[in-house]
Nanobody, 115 residues
């Protein structure tokens, strides 16, 4: 199982970014995928989840209305579109796959929101 995130960057408040997570080593279309984030000195927190067919999504209250999770099962990729970014969104963002045999994580991608 391999999860590779990309798309993190330095962006000004109010800006947008799109994160991508390319997955391999499992049947991507069969599993829910999530994005988590971890800021320095804090615990890792769930940001958003999308279920296998993409019909059901969940968002943390802190990002609801600003972030959109989506997936392309043909490309084995999950995305996180982040709009109206705030300094408090600064964190390392991790892709997560909740498989039957356990949870898997990517290496993370840094998002910094600062002027």
């Amino acid at each position: 199982v391999q999860l590779v995130e990309s798309g993190g960057d330095l962006v000004q408040p109010g800006g947008s970014l799109r994160l991508s997570c390319a997955a391999s080593g499992f049947t991507f279309s069969s599993y829910a995928m999530s994005w988590y984030r971890q800021a320095p000195g804090t615990e890792r927190e769930l940001v958003a989840t999308i279920y296998s067919a993409g019909a059901y999504t969940y968002y943390a209250d802190s990002v609801k209305g600003r972030f959109t999770i989506s997936r392309d099962n043909a490309k084995n990729t999950v995305y996180l579109q982040m709009n109206a970014l705030k300094p408090e969104d600064t964190a390392v963002y991790y892709c997560n796959a909740a498989l039957t045999k356990g949870a898997y994580w990517g290496q993370g991608t840094q998002v910094t929101v600062s002027s």
